[in-house]
């Protein structure tokens, strides 16, 4: 009895760490470049096309990367897609995009027709092994390996592509004039004429870093639970 009880309240705790855990990093709530709904694409360009962004001042948490799935269909077999989020060096000049250098590449993900992750509206989504944490600076989302049977999606400049940008309440900022590449896996150096969310092809999910005072409620319920376990235990004794 007084083993069951133990584990009982222990488990009961671990569970409870768990879901906190899953609640701020699992579930990645907020997607930053959205197309909630299917929708067909109209360029089949295979090199890199990229996104910039800005984190704020509180850091944010990147759970999953994202790819654009021409009328959530499916990716072909053959086709690989990838993205990848890549630190951008702003030189100083951040409303001025055309002299922006890459820097390293910080996470990366493929995209196949026997793992294509997880639809959502006509995007798919795959986790990160280990969320990827961006602090305040400069930074490129990257999609590359779209084709004549899988199309990105290109808005011309004209708004005619159907992309929702959501910065989490102000923690990013979508900047510059969206950019091209000129290979797979590579930063893409070429300014394209806009808009900050031009491409049908990378997106990301992310969620905030819990602000400390949240922590420390978690920490103290926890403490709490363990201090209930502990006196049950004792109890049966």
Same mark, same amino acid.
Request: hydrophobic content about 45%; overall charge negative; charged content about 10%.
């Given at each position: 009895m007084r083993c069951c009880v133990y584990v009982r309240n222990g488990f009961f705790?671990?569970?409870?760490?768990?879901? =906190? =855990?899953?609640?701020?990093v699992a579930l990645g709530g907020i997607i930053a470049y959205e197309i909630p709904s299917p929708v067909?694409?109209?360029q089949a360009f295979g090199n890199?096309?990229?996104?910039?962004?800005?984190?704020?001042?509180?850091?944010?948490?990147?759970?999953?990367?994202?790819?654009?799935?021409?009328?959530?269909?499916?990716?072909?077999?053959?086709?690989?897609?990838?993205?990848?989020?890549?630190?951008?060096?702003n030189n100083g000049t951040p409303v001025d995009p055309f002299d922006d250098s890459g820097g390293a590449m910080l996470a990366s993900m493929t995209f196949t027709n026997a793992d294509p992750g997880v639809l959502i509206g006509s995007q798919r989504f795959k986790p990160l092994p280990v969320p990827l944490l961006l602090?305040?600076?400069?930074y490129t989302v990257n999609s590359d390996g779209y084709n004549a049977t899988d199309q990105n999606?290109?808005?011309?400049?004209?708004g005619s592509f159907p992309?929702?940008?959501n910065d989490g309440g102000g923690l990013i900022t979508f900047v510059g004039a969206a950019r091209f590449g000129a290979g797979v896996m590579q930063f893409p150096g070429s300014v394209d004429s806009g808009p900050t969310n031009?491409?049908?092809?990378?997106?990301?999910?992310?969620?905030?870093?819990?602000?400390?005072?949240?922590?420390?409620?978690?920490?103290?319920?926890?403490?709490?639970?363990?201090?209930?376990?502990?006196?049950q235990f004792r109890q049966t004794r």
């Open positions: 705790v671990a569970t409870f760490l768990a879901a =906190m =855990m899953v609640s701020h067909v694409g109209n890199g096309l990229g996104h910039d962004f800005d984190v704020n001042a509180t850091p944010i948490l990147v759970t999953h990367l994202g790819v654009f799935d021409e009328l959530a269909n499916g990716i072909t077999a053959g086709t690989t897609l990838g993205t990848q989020i890549w630190a951008r060096n602090s305040q600076g400069s999606g290109n808005d011309g400049g004209v992309s929702i940008q031009r491409y049908g092809g990378p997106t990301f999910q992310f969620d905030p870093i819990p602000e400390p005072s949240s922590l420390l409620l978690a920490l103290a319920g926890l403490l709490a639970l363990a201090a209930l376990g502990a006196r």
